[in-house]
């Protein structure tokens, strides 16, 4: 059996580094999307790594390497972007996050900025590898992920009370269900990553329930102060959170509680002071406090929802299917979160001195579970869902969906619960042959597929976020030339790059487009006389990752291919530069034109 085992991990790591061998190859062009893009192979090869790692864990031959190996492998797909060579994934937020990064290694004040967190880590890690903030920004995606699945798998190990619950809360890790591509994201985003992050603070506070003391105290406090430099309105998240965790704790654990001498709820208290104190100092703060009031006094939320469903119909799909594309894996996990949460409730059911027969018939004391903990937890749950409703009747945004990303993080951990519980009360009985490989192909088709949703891809109508050198050398050519016109794009926003490209700039938005955000082209503008439709000159920049997303993945809803083969026929208007990527069109002005037209009719 030991020969056998050891011939399956150097097998599983054959396997993965030929896979990730494969994987390091830069694209050439423009990617769609990063999972067609990356060769077959390495797919084909990433899967059997997979295969025979699970395999060691479902027969328990080395269950522990065997997670570590098909950790591993997952890891090399949320680090596809860094493999493949991506100058970075996302045009929107992380073009504006590395900016942030390259004007604090260039001396900015880290409080000068709403979230300090990310830029900071950026710079340390920067100063230690010598490596650039661009591609340390691209490794905190990686970084984040791996301390989310360590502190899931050590939270369902206390919660548990058994070592196996470490490999569950692993599994349950790597589904990675916080991570919903709507609103989180594993490309730069200091609002997803501090969700990941939140893990620690949960593993934390029952460290310190079960055994309170100074140094304990001391970290769980150091933890929300990174917080929140890493993400305000999540340190909030968490805050209440807390506050909720301890006073349940408290109610569950004496007949006289004694809620403020309760070490989470102390801290909380002194924690909120501090968030209070460091928003309110934040402009931002005020305007998004703003806009949720209105939003709320307006009911805003008929915007976000009934927009996006119009949209998604002429797309021929609908609100439902796309539900189902990104939340398949979440329901069915939810199944085994529905089990922790029956285990739960019958036992405060039965604390609160109620008895039934229906309580009777749940076998509590079968499963190995800290029931009080995990109780304590879904309460906690309370806070979250005010939020999440709070914002979804604001209509700002797709924010709401940040809430719903730190529910499923405290979902995550009642899951694990749930499945450990379920593995529980499954029959005793050696496993044969048949049973051990169709779990070991469940198991395998689980994390494979739970990787599909790791990064953003057509599936779910929009692209991977690749953002190419060929763009990024377009773009500051067109910077160089610019001479004071004012430039505008389709899909790809300007002023992200120029954010992105020139942080040393005051405000380069405005140098180049104008306005905070350029105005694009009105929608359909073939045969609309573009180029006599502004009274200044303006330069209008395509991608290939706008052609393709209008004239492909959105059905030509805003932009055709023919109002793109109209800037090429149309007279006012004039290519200037074309790298492959990178389109360039000078638009004349209305006047401009005119003299134009008149110059050529004599």
């Known amino acids: 059996m030991r020969k056998k085992s050891k011939a399956g991990i150097s097998i599983s790591l054959a396997f993965l580094s030929i896979a990730t061998i494969i994987a390091c190859k830069s694209p050439s ?10 060769p077959i192979l390495y797919w084909v090869f990433l899967t059997a790594s997979i295969l025979v790692a699970t395999s060691l864990v479902v027969t328990g031959t080395r269950p522990y390497t065997g997670i570590v190996l098909f950790s591993t492998a997952l890891l090399t797909v949320v680090s596809l972007p860094l493999l493949r060579g991506y100058w970075l994934v996302g045009s929107g937020d992380p073009m504006s996050h590395l900016s942030q990064a390259y004007q604090v290694a260039n001396g900015m004040n880290l409080l000068s900025t709403f979230y300090p967190g990310m830029p900071s880590l950026v710079e340390i890690n920067r100063e230690v590898t010598n490596q650039s903030a661009r591609v340390i920004l691209m490794s905190l995606g990686p970084i984040f992920f791996l301390v989310f699945v360590v502190f899931i ?51 934390l506070s029952i460290t310190m329930l079960r055994s309170p003391d100074r140094d304990k105290f001391t970290s769980l406090f150091v933890f929300i102060i990174a917080m929140i430099a890493y993400h305000p309105q999540h340190a909030l998240n968490m805050i209440a959170v807390l506050a909720v965790f301890g006073i349940s704790w408290e109610f569950t654990d004496r007949s006289s509680p004694r809620i403020l001498r309760n070490p989470l709820v102390s801290v909380s208290s002194v924690m909120a002071v501090i968030w209070t104190t460091w928003v309110l100092a934040q402009s931002r703060f005020e305007q998004s406090f703003v806009s949720v009031v209105k939003g709320i006094l307006s009911a805003g939320q008929t915007d976000v929802t009934a927009g996006r469903g119009d949209t998604l119909a002429q797309l021929g799909s609908g609100i439902v299917e796309l539900t189902l594309r990104l939340f398949f894996i979440d329901l069915l996990a939810l199944i085994f979160g529905a089990v922790s949460g029956i285990f739960a ?3 405060a059911a039965r604390r609160a001195g109620l008895e039934s027969s229906l309580l009777r018939a749940i076998p509590i004391k079968k499963v190995a579970t800290d029931h009080k903990t995990v109780f304590c937890i879904i309460t906690t749950f309370i806070p979250v869902i005010a939020f999440f409703g709070i914002f979804l009747a604001s209509g700002v945004t797709q924010q709401f969906m940040r ?11 009642i899951i694990a619960v749930g499945l450990h519980q379920t593995l529980e009360l499954a029959p005793r009985e050696p496993r044969s ?21 790791y990064h953003s891809s057509p599936m779910i109508f929009q692209d991977t976020g690749h953002v190419t050198e060929a763009s990024v050398e377009g773009f500051e050519t067109q910077f160089d030339y610019h001479n004071g016109v004012e430039m505008m794009g389709t899909r790809t926003p300007v002023w992200r790059y120029a954010v992105a490209l020139e942080p040393g700039e005051e405000s380069p938005m405005l140098k180049y487009t104008g306005v905070f955000r350029e105005n694009p082209p009105p929608d359909h503008f073939a045969n609309q006389s573009l180029h006599q439709r502004y009274e200044t000159d303006r330069v209008l920049m395509t991608t290939a990752k706008g052609r393709w997303l209008d004239t492909t993945l959105y059905d030509n809803i ?3 291919s023919d109002d793109y083969a109209y800037l090429d026929r149309q007279p006012g ?8 990527d990178v389109r360039s069109y000078f638009i004349h002005s209305n006047d401009t034109s005119m003299v134009e037209e008149e110059t050529t009719s004599e």
Request: charged share 5%; hydrophobic share 50%.
């Open 433 to 453: 042959t048949g049973a051990a490989i169709v779990l070991t192909i469940i198991l395998t088709t689980s994390l494979v597929g739970a990787s599909l949703t």
């Open 558 to 560: 805003r932009y055709s």
């Open 29 to 38: 062009a423009y990617e769609v999307s990063i999972y067609s893009g990356t």
């Open 403 to 413: 809430f719903f990303g730190f529910g499923m993080f405290l979902a995550s951990i």
């Open 345 to 347: 409730l019958a036992w």
């Open 153 to 203: 798998g050590l939270i369902t190990r206390q919660l548990t009370l058994k070592s196996r619950g470490l490999i569950v809360g692993v599994i349950i890790g790597l589904m990675l269900l916080p991570i919903n591509l709507v609103a989180t994201h594993l490309y730069p985003h200091p609002n997803s990553f501090t969700i990941l992050f939140a893990s620690i603070g949960i593993f």
């Open 573 to 580: 208007i004039d290519k200037t530069y074309d790298n492959g």
